[in-house]
């Protein structure tokens, strides 16, 4: 089977629709990286670093430092499809950062969107 077109996709070229679906709604670039870095582990720098290296989706994903445990606390419909019932790894995590930017973008609050086992 083929791999989805956005797993060679460099992370870098879409990270910018993330910050700017923020900034619209009033957010900021630095809420966005506080996202990614939570979801994966990255520090800022390491951050940095994969957008400069243009790495794409999978890698980046496969690098990550720490996948956050309570990612799997989120829940509901990106894409018009439930990021909890998605079976592919790789493709998940791509829906898990949607699913965050999208509650970031809606106004949600930084402490609910960084889920912790408590907010079950």
């Known amino acids: 089977m083929a791999k989805h077109r956005i797993y060679t ?10 910050v700017t679906k923020a900034e619209r709604k009033g957010r900021t670039k630095s ?11 990255y520090t800022a720098a390491q951050l940095k670093q994969q957008l ?21 606390l989120i ?3 990106v894409c018009g499809v439930r990021v909890e019932e998605i079976e592919e790894p790789v493709m998940r995590e791509i829906r898990y950062l949607d699913k965050l930017i999208d509650e970031l973008a809606k106004g949600k609050t930084m402490d609910k969107i960084l889920r912790s086992p408590h907010d079950v």
């Open 9 to 18: 996709m460099s992370f870098a070229s879409v990270y910018p629709h993330y």
């Open 31 to 41: 809420e966005v990286d506080e996202i990614i870095c939570w979801l994966t582990g």
């Open 52 to 72: 400069e290296n243009e790495t794409d989706f999978e890698t980046f994903f496969a690098e990550a430092p720490e996948m956050h445990p309570s990612r799997t």
């Open 75 to 77: 829940k509901g419909v």
